[in-house]
Every structure is written in structure tokens, then in C-alpha cells.
């Protein structure tokens, strides 16, 4: 399969059950510190990294700022990912987010806030994002975008471009692209033990014995 398959394949399945496959397969990590700030959720796609290089005390003209490189890589299926480092402050507002609805992305994932939150709503794009939070004040005008394609670590976890994201209202899953093939035998093998398991419920067996015939640990 080309990488495109692939992670068509990915979408067959939820986060939950990306996150417990990945364990299984002892790969990536979940993020717990970043959750969805807009009413959309849930999203699969491609990581596209960079950083946030924050000044506090020097000016930086928003010409320099690399925002607007970043996003014009954006291919569709992406997930923007951006490491703010952890700072209580916006690294994304509405004009940035319909900038990436409008070029396909799948998803964006900062680690720092974003603002505009109920103007995002209201546009119904469909683009999830997840973030510390809101926050009226921005990084633009103290800060440059950094390090577009290389890793970033975020609560611990390693995200390379390319790695796979998942997201739900329980968080974040990242998952490496060279592990693919294995945490997708995972979710396969998850996904048709819980099927098994639903069906027992529905002819009325005992959940024990449900449990002890179907559910895959």
C-alpha cells in the first residue's frame, strides 16, 4: 500500500482504539496536556512539525514570523503540529485556521493556546484542534516559527513529520510511521474482538462468557 492507503486504513479505526493498539505494539505515546478546543474532535492524519522561537523582550516583525511558510507546506491530510513550548498564549487564530480548513488539513496540534475560539465555531470547517487552551494574548510579534519538518517533543513524546496522529475528546495518540504495519495488525485484531464481543451482548450472553470467549487482551 502507498502511504496515502495507509492511512486510509488508519481512519477505519478510533483513537481509543489507535492509543490501545499502539500499547500493545509498544510504539508512540498519548499527549494527555493538549484537548480539543473547537466542537469537531476527531481527526487521522500526517504530522507537518515545527517551533515556536519565543522573545519576550524583542520585537519581531510579523514578515519574519514563518507562520505563513509553515501552512503553505500544508498538503491535505496533514496535521499541523506546532511546539510552543508549553506557553499559555496563542500560536493560531481564525485567520490561520481557515487558511489550513481551506488546503485540506486534518487536524492542528499546539502546544500552546489558540484564540478565537468561538469564531472558529462558528465557520463549521470542521477542523479540530487541540491545544493547552484559549488565550487572548499571541505569540506574533515576539516569535518565529522555527524548525519546519524536524521532530518535536511534546510531554515526552517524539513527533516526527510524517508520524500519525489521532485525535478524540480523550486526547491525543501519536503513533510512528515506521511502526504502521504493526499498530495497524493491532487495531485489526482489537477492532474484531470487540465486534465479537457486541455480538454476544446482542444474542443476551453472560459477560463472563463473553469475556472469556471473544475479548483480546
Known sequence: MDSSQIIE?????DAYTLGDAARRAMTGGVLRCLQPQTSVTTFVGRALT?????????IVPLS????????????P???????????????????A?????????????????????????????GLPVFALGTAIETVAGHARIIDIGEP???????????????GCRGGLVVLPWAD????????????????????????????????RKYKSF
Open 9 to 13: 486504513s488508519f481512519r477505519a479505526f
Open 50 to 58: 515545527a517551533r515556536v522561537c519565543y522573545e519576550q523582550h524583542k
Open 64 to 75: 519574519e514570523y514563518g507562520a505563513a511558510a509553515l501552512r503553505d507546506r500544508v498538503q
Open 77 to 95: 491530510g496533514d496535521v499541523i503540529v506546532i511546539d510552543g513550548g508549553g506557553l499559555m498564549m496563542s500560536a493560531m487564530g481564525e485567520l
Open 97 to 125: 485556521y481557515a487558511n489550513l480548513a481551506r488546503r485540506g488539513a486534518a487536524g492542528a496540534v499546539l502546544n500552546a493556546c489558540m484564540r478565537d475560539a468561538e469564531q472558529i465555531d462558528a465557520m463549521q470547517l
Open 152 to 166: 518535536v517533543y511534546i510531554q515526552g513524546v517524539r513527533i516526527a513529520s510524517g508520524d500519525v496522529l489521532a
Open 180 to 211: 504502521h504495519a504493526a499498530v495497524l495488525a493491532e487495531a485489526n485484531t482489537i477492532a474484531r474482538s470487540d465486534q465479537q464481543v457486541m455480538a454476544g451482548i446482542e444474542r443476551g450472553e453472560s459477560m463472563s462468557e463473553i469475556w
